[in-house]
């Protein structure tokens, strides 16, 4: 199976910093997997997103995207992926509807093809109602779900999460799941973090977990699991990253 995403010697710190928040890291996912990153606070987890992203610049390594590498062919890579980032992304004073042409248009869509999938995103995540209602007056969430409608607006072939779940009830964490494996049955290649640790072990089919920067375990949970002799996700990051506080 082709990569999706192939990372080699990627190192980056940041300006002042002589210490590397990623150091040397060489990673491979494989198209139609559900790849989960996952580590203690500061491991360095949303900087290799950003990177992979190409939100931030990198000068050591290199990043691909189906064959692409993010740096020379940034205008392309972007049509390759969405991301759904912890923060939100979209303008709180507009509607969902308005946010959707907006992104949709910044993606490239045609007027058709904008309306068509918004109301088909809209209906998928129960947002038909609200749809021409500001933003700003939604839950926590309907904002997440909002969210993930901007990112699969070009119906992207990988897709980045950053915590896509974090602050909502059972229902919504519950259907954001779902869609997420309906997304993935269909072909689309997930790339997920998160300290919903359940969460990932329904969600992801393989899984590395990075400290300090570095990739310490790269493989499917239950080998992983197997190796290390854990039942699961949770006793697994705590025997290979430790116990102690992590700011």
Avoid at 75 to 92: A, C, E, I, M
Avoid at 99 to 121: C, P, S, V, Y
Avoid at 197 to 217: H, P, S, T, Y
Wanted: hydrophobic share 35%.
């Amino acid at each position: 199976m082709s990569s999706a995403i192939h990372i080699e010697n990627l190192s980056f710190g940041y300006k002042g910093n002589t210490q590397k928040v990623i150091s040397r890291v060489n990673l491979q996912v494989e198209q139609g997997n559900r790849f989960g990153i996952f580590g203690p606070n500061g491991a360095g987890k949303t900087t290799l997103m950003n990177l992979m992203t190409g939100l931030l610049p990198y000068t050591d390594g290199s990043v691909q995207l189906l064959g692409h590498e993010v740096r020379k062919n940034k205008k392309l890579s972007n049509t390759l992926f969405g991301f759904v980032p912890q923060d939100f992304s979209f303008y709180h004073e507009l509607s969902p509807v308005e946010n959707m042409e907006f992104f949709g248009a910044w993606a490239g869509l045609g007027k058709k093809q904008i309306q068509q999938r918004t109301d088909d995103l809209l209906n998928i995540m129960s947002l038909q109602e609200v749809r021409n209602k500001p933003v700003n007056k939604f839950s926590g969430g309907m904002k997440r779900r909002v969210n993930l409608a901007i990112a699969v607006m070009h119906e992207p072939r990988i897709l980045f999460l950053d915590e896509p779940t974090v602050g909502v009830d059972v229902q919504t964490r519950h259907a954001i799941i779902h869609y997420l494996k309906a997304l993935n049955e269909k072909g689309t290649t997930l790339v997920y973090t998160s300290h919903q640790l359940k969460e990932a072990e329904d969600l992801c089919n393989k899984i590395a977990l990075i400290d300090e920067g570095k990739i310490i375990a790269n493989n499917t949970l239950s080998g992983l699991l197997k190796e290390h002799q854990q039942e699961g996700l949770e006793g697994l990051f705590l025997a290979l990253t430790g116990r102690e506080y992590r700011d």
